[in-house]
């Protein structure tokens, strides 16, 4: 739809061969990037792909010190990622490959589950929480352009705390923060179809719940140190939206 080149990427990290077997390192990694190389060769042949500029990355070394300089080299300006599962246990664990993706990145990342549906040909829904910080706003420029290929409409949601929600006078007391979200984001939007909408409970059960009551094609989240070193990551609203969304989630630091 834009024109873009696909990078097919997959990186071969050696230390691991080395620590299985010291001795045959250097043939299992000969073995490893024939086999990986036949690999992307055959999935750049996929009819899918047809009509696509694309390209295979091999590199080896250190993940995310290679996802950074292929970033680098290429230009890349966006990373798609596939999760591990959303069911049972599985729900919760996004895969350390792909923290470490989100980590480092220094463009947005889009996730999708392995149990999604094929995801649209044309994003019509796009969801995008805010607590109206600014890092919660990063991902505006990534939302306004796909919105405006695409002809979506754009519903931004704010969550207020949970302690609200059996709040009578919630409605009352939220009308400052409406009028607030829509003098800050009005200008950012343009003229994009936009829908604004507040909320009180758990934030990450009700971006969900909102996200799968407006049917969203795709969640954007602006996100502030989630996924550096140091921080809990699985208890990050962050974290859990994009293991428990319904739907492909980006998320741009």
């Known amino acids: 739809q834009f024109d873009a080149t696909l990078f097919a990427c997959h990186v071969i990290t050696p230390a691991v061969l080395l620590a299985a077997a010291p001795q045959a390192a250097p043939y299992l990694y000969e073995a490893e990037r024939d086999a990986v190389q036949k690999e992307l060769d055959s999935l750049l042949q996929s009819p899918l792909l047809k ?34 599962g959303r069911t049972g246990l599985r729900r919760l664990l996004l ?34 929480p805010t607590d109206l910080s600014d890092a919660s706003l990063r991902s505006l420029p990534f939302v306004v352009r796909l919105a405006s290929e695409y002809g979506a409409l754009v519903t931004v949601v704010h969550v207020l705390p949970e302690e609200t929600a059996g709040n009578p006078d ?11 979200m829509r003098h800050k984001l009005e200008p950012l939007l343009g003229d994009l179809k936009t829908d604004f909408v507040i909320e009180s409970g758990d934030t990450v059960e009700t971006i969900l719940k909102v996200a799968f009551k407006k049917d969203a094609d795709l969640i954007a989240m602006g996100i502030r140190g989630t996924f550096l070193p140091g921080f809990h990551l699985r208890t990050s609203v962050a974290y859990r939206v994009v293991a428990g969304a319904h739907c492909p989630v980006v998320t741009c630091r």
Do not use: F, M, Q, W
């Open 51 to 84: 009509g696509i500029k694309a390209n295979a990355l091999l590199p080896s070394g250190i993940l995310g010190d290679c996802i950074v300089d292929e970033i680098s080299n290429n230009n890349v300006d966006l990373i798609v990622a596939g999760t591990h």
């Open 95 to 128: 895969g350390s490959a792909v923290e470490e993706v989100c980590r480092v990145a220094t463009c947005p990342v889009l996730t999708i589950g392995p149990d999604l549906p094929v995801p649209p040909a044309k994003y019509r829904r796009i969801l995008v």
């Open 170 to 180: 919630t409605k009352v007391l939220s009308e400052p923060v409406y009028r607030s």
